[in-house]
């Protein structure tokens, strides 16, 4: 088979490292790929935005099977323009994918069906906003409508801090159009926890849990990024929240999206809060999280080509997926100066022993060799029978990748071995 894949980050990079394991796979095409992702796919200059050129070359290269792993092309219709020709696809539809495309359809979606979620307020007139906020209880988050690079959340702990995320958003365009309309909500506590699941749209499986670090400094400090580090599982997930979880959030999402005539089929990603009432709904994605990815799929056993294809043909409910009970944890290391600015070109080195589990974000090849080209460069993951383990050997791994000006977190994992489950 031939297949092709959409995007270019870690995730592109972990999908690609699970799917060459599927024997019948002889090609894998990325687009556009990265100069790490080049060891394991052949990568094409063509931007995951770019539909058009994306059907054509998928057309053109008679590609079997595509999967769309960003959240644009997904929202831009990346599936429907496949699927018109004929090319099976792992990805929801834009009608579906609308659920991380807009916030205010997420959150009417939660509160007509009942799930639950922040309580909230939309707003398109930012006068109206700022006279909501008046009286709002502080703190308070503010999130642009549409997609803005995971940038688009704002929590306001004075009441100023929410007016000037309004106008800044509404006035100032800092999110252009996504943020005409805005969300403003309940500011929720509690530890959180991804969960990013397969559905065809009738069944719903979880994959194994997993948790983010977004912030930049040590101990959850600084600015937000893309993610620094993750662990799975994620401790706070206990098999009774789970069970919770699975009838309150998990399956009521797919119903209702199928009672909306938007049937998902894909990755739904499911960004809960275990709050002190019971787990809550943060946010959904339309796709597999980043770098959530880089640790749930390392530990999937069934092979995930299998799997994917099981949520397109619609028969997920017949296949057994199957995860590893051992502990993952992914650091990931950054060009110094990330989330703002920083330099790029230097050269990486991977020991070859571990490069099947190094997963690249910004990488780019320059005269033969892999240099940075990016903020978030890489994440390591190792695998072990405990959390603890899986942290020390991913540090481990970390130490012994070079590049100048890199950067990590130094503390991924730690928020979980702190968690009461954690023996
Ligand atoms: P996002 O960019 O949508 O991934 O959201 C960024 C982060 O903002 C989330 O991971 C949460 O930590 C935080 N956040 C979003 N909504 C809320 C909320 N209602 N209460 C507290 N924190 C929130
Ligand atoms: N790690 C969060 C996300 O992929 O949106």
Known sequence: MKILVVGGGGREHAIITKIKQNKNVEKIFAL???????????????????IDAIVSFAVENAIDYCIVAPDDPLVLGCVDALEEKGIPCFGPKANAAIIEGSKVFAKNLMKKYGIPTAEYETFDDMDAALK????????????????????GVIIAFTREEAIDAVKSMMCDKAFGKSGERIVVEEFLEGPEVSVLSFT???????????MDHKRIGDNDTGLNTGGMGTVAPNPYYTPAVAKECMEKIFLPTVNAMNAEGRKFKGCLYFGLMITKDGPKVIEYNCRFG????????????????TVMQAVTEERLGDIEVKFSDKHACCVIMASKGYPESYEKGFEITIPESIANNVFV??????????VTSGGRVLGATAIAETLNDAI??????????NFENSYYRRDIGARALK???VK
């Not at 992702?37 to 995951?48: F, H, L, M, S, T």
């Not at 906020?133 to 940038?151: F, H, N, Q, S």
């Not at 020390?392 to 990748?401: H, T």
């Open 32 to 50: 556009p790929g990265n100069g790490g992702i080049a060891r394991d796919a052949e990568c094409v200059n063509i931007g995951a935005k770019d």
């Open 132 to 151: 909501y906020l008046e009286t709002a209880p502080i703190p308070t988050v503010i999130k642009a409508d549409g997609l803005a690079l995971g940038k």
């Open 200 to 210: 065809d749209g009738k069944t719903v499986v979880p994959m194994i849990s997993s």
């Open 290 to 305: 980043d770098p959530e990815t880089q640790v749930v799929l390392p530990l999937l056993e069934t092979d995930l080509l």
């Open 361 to 370: 974000a910004g990488g780019a090849i320059k005269e033969g060799k892999l």
């Open 392 to 401: 020390k050997a991913s540090y481990a791994m970390v130490e012994s990748i």
């Open 419 to 421: 968690a009461p489950e």
